[in-house]
């Protein structure tokens, strides 16, 4: 069993910052990727980024160039740097990991709302 607890949303401003951070406990060890998704109203979860045990990362096409995703394996914590925000990136974010076995382990979101 796998816990992940979502920080760092709010309410911003149209280019503003924030900086979500997901911190795993239980079996960690069986753990080969973490990552982010998000779910805006009246719309499917989706991909934002990802990063594997092996260091590669992947981006939606979406958050290129203005997300940053990246871990501290000591703290056993994930954390996704969001530069330049815009109102479509207004969404509930989830962290995530995938696990030997196919098996996936979420978080229970944080809001991160884009608005003047």
């Known amino acids: 069993q796998v816990q992940f607890v979502e920080s760092g949303g709010g309410l911003v401003q149209p280019g503003g910052s924030l900086r979500l951070s997901c911190a795993a406990s239980g079996s960690i060890s069986s753990i080969l990727a973490m990552g982010w998704y998000r779910q805006a109203p009246g719309k499917q979860r989706e991909l934002v980024a990802t990063?594997?045990?092996?260091?590669?990362?992947n981006y939606s096409d979406s958050v290129k160039g203005r997300f940053t995703i990246s871990r501290n394996n000591a703290k056993n914590t994930v954390y996704l740097q969001m530069n330049n925000l815009k109102p479509e990136d207004t969404a509930v974010y989830y962290c995530n990991g995938a696990a030997w076995g196919n098996r996936h382990y979420w978080g229970q979101g944080t809001q991160v709302t884009v608005s003047s």
């Open positions: 990063i594997a045990i092996g260091g590669m990362i």
